[in-house]
């Protein structure tokens, strides 16, 4: 919550994400009078400022924007289905389209592309699914992630009015992950790390705590990286020099201190620092837990059904010194690319957990390259 002191903050932020919403509105030629002002707001809330500034805007004639990690991730217009509809007072129902199906999505590619993305970052160049018109002459096309296995969690979904051409809601959840940089305005950077300092006051572990490469917790960890490298045959160099770590981290993600080593090969490893052991590895650019992933980066060909994945899972476990036979007897959760078109992606995602009173246990998660015949990441928890 902001402070009566950071008012004045509050309208130069406002002013700074108002003129992001006018860019927004003048690429999509909205019926609106660019650039917007202040008298035209109704309603104005910052969510949050850390780790990014989260703002929403609301219009006297109840157009509205939501600002996130430097982009408008949220426009909805009166005329929407999600705010018109059974308001038959405002005389929409029964409007008759002008434009058709394949127009409207074309115009929906269009718009995104004016606003500066890419239609393969937001997979809009894949067949969307479509809500066709029923009373309103709205189309609404969404475009789902496609690593988020059978979840459908939408990448972008946009409604356009086919009666006047015109786009009257967008949603991009996935444009949050594709972090701009902050809005350069006066006070945001002070209200941010005040912001900063109270999640951190409720959640200590919130941030990662980088370590050098020359670390003495590093440097203990890269024999067993060796090791592990050399146990499932990775395909990269095995060599316990300090030279060929990028990164190293300490997250508190899972309640526990986790040590990541990333290489500069691109291959990361996860040790858990109080057992003193690796616990997995993925090579950089896994499919499932990749965010953005390009699709063109993991066309293939499917050289491999889930029985074979799954003896090399079972194989990888066993080679680690890990008995998870009793787990294995278990079906495990499957998870493969969620994709509307002509490509193919020859990823599995494979999850068998054993949880006892809302705790996990034991566990195995791994991906597999179907073209490759090769684990692209692996983890093991056995508590």
Request: charged share 25%.
């Given at each position: 919550?902001?402070?009566?002191?950071?008012?004045?903050?509050?309208?130069?932020?406002?002013?700074?994400?108002?003129?992001?919403?006018?860019?927004?509105?003048?690429?999509?030629?909205?019926?609106?009078?660019?650039?917007?002002?202040?008298?035209?707001?109704?309603?104005?809330?910052?969510?949050?400022?850390?780790?990014?500034?989260?703002?929403?805007?609301?219009?006297?004639n109840?157009?509205?924007?939501?600002?996130?990690?430097?982009?408008?991730?949220?426009?909805?217009?009166p005329?929407?289905?999600?705010?018109?509809?059974?308001?038959?007072?405002?005389?929409?129902?029964?409007r008759?389209?002008?434009?058709?199906?394949?127009?409207?999505?074309?115009?929906?590619?269009?718009?995104?592309?004016?606003?500066?993305?890419?239609?393969?970052?937001?997979?809009?160049?894949?067949?969307?699914?479509?809500?066709?018109?029923?009373?309103?002459?709205?189309?609404?096309?969404?475009?789902?992630?496609?690593?988020?296995?059978?979840?459908?969690?939408?990448?972008?979904?946009?409604?356009v009015?086919?009666?006047?051409?015109?786009?009257?809601?967008?949603?991009?959840?996935?444009?949050?992950?594709?972090?701009?940089a902050?809005?350069?305005?006066?006070?945001?950077?002070?209200?941010?790390?005040?912001?900063?300092?109270?999640?951190?006051?409720?959640?200590?572990?919130?941030?990662?705590?980088?370590?050098?490469?020359?670390?003495?917790?590093?440097?203990?960890?890269?024999?067993?990286?060796?090791?592990?490298?050399?146990?499932?045959e990775?395909?990269?160099?095995?060599?316990?020099?300090?030279?060929?770590?990028?990164?190293?981290?300490?997250?508190?993600?899972?309640?526990?201190?986790?040590?990541?080593?990333?290489?500069?090969?691109?291959?990361?490893?996860?040790c858990?620092?109080?057992?003193?052991?690796?616990?997995?590895?993925d090579?950089?650019?896994?499919?499932?837990?990749?965010?953005?992933?390009?699709?063109?980066?993991?066309?293939?060909?499917?050289?491999?059904?889930?029985?074979?994945?799954?003896?090399?899972?079972?194989?990888?476990?066993?080679?680690?010194?890990?008995?998870?036979?009793?787990?294995?007897?278990?079906?495990?959760?499957?998870?493969?690319?969620?994709?509307?078109?002509?490509?193919?992606?020859?990823?599995?995602?494979?999850?068998?957990?054993?949880?006892?009173?809302?705790?996990?246990?034991?566990?195995?998660?791994a991906?597999?390259?179907a073209?490759?015949?090769?684990?692209?990441?692996?983890?093991?928890?056995?508590?």
């Amino acid at each position: 919550m902001i402070r009566r002191s950071d008012m004045n903050v509050t309208n130069l932020i406002l002013v700074t994400v108002l003129s992001h919403c006018s860019d927004f509105a003048s690429k999509l030629n909205l019926p609106l009078n660019v650039p917007l002002s202040t008298n035209e707001v109704k309603a104005f809330r910052i969510l949050n400022t850390y780790p990014s500034l989260k703002a929403t805007i609301v219009l006297t004639n109840n157009y509205s924007f939501h600002f996130s990690s430097g982009h408008v991730t949220v426009f909805t217009g009166p005329l929407s289905l999600q705010v018109d509809f059974g308001r038959f007072d405002r005389n929409q129902w029964g409007r008759k389209a002008t434009v058709s199906r394949e127009k409207a999505l074309a115009f929906a590619r269009e718009s995104v592309q004016k606003l500066g993305y890419s239609l393969e970052d937001l997979y809009m160049d894949l067949d969307p699914t479509v809500q066709e018109p029923f009373g309103y002459p709205n189309y609404t096309f969404t475009w789902n992630v496609p690593n988020s296995g059978d979840s459908y969690s939408r990448a972008i979904e946009i409604e356009v009015d086919c009666a006047n051409k015109r786009i009257v809601r967008l949603e991009a959840p996935l444009l949050i992950l594709i972090h701009e940089a902050e809005p350069d305005s006066p006070g945001l950077k002070e209200l941010a790390e005040e912001d900063r300092r109270r999640q951190l006051q409720r959640i200590p572990g919130l941030e990662n705590t980088e370590l050098k490469k020359d670390d003495e917790r590093v440097l203990a960890v890269l024999p067993k990286i060796k090791a592990f490298i050399q146990t499932l045959e990775l395909p990269i160099p095995a060599s316990d020099s300090p030279g060929q770590v990028s990164r190293a981290q300490i997250s508190y993600a899972t309640g526990l201190p986790r040590l990541s080593i990333q290489l500069t090969n691109g291959y990361r490893f996860s040790c858990d620092m109080e057992k003193g052991r690796v616990e997995g590895f993925d090579d950089g650019k896994p499919f499932f837990s990749g965010w953005p992933v390009h699709l063109r980066n993991y066309v293939g060909k499917w050289k491999m059904n889930e029985k074979q994945a799954i003896v090399l899972i079972q194989r990888a476990t066993k080679e680690l010194g890990y008995n998870m036979d009793e787990l294995f007897k278990l079906e495990p959760e499957i998870e493969k690319p969620n994709i509307r078109g002509g490509l193919i992606v020859p990823r599995i995602h494979f999850t068998w957990e054993r949880v006892v009173n809302g705790v996990l246990e034991k566990g195995v998660f791994a991906e597999v390259d179907a073209d490759g015949g090769r684990l692209a990441a692996f983890s093991v928890a056995d508590y």
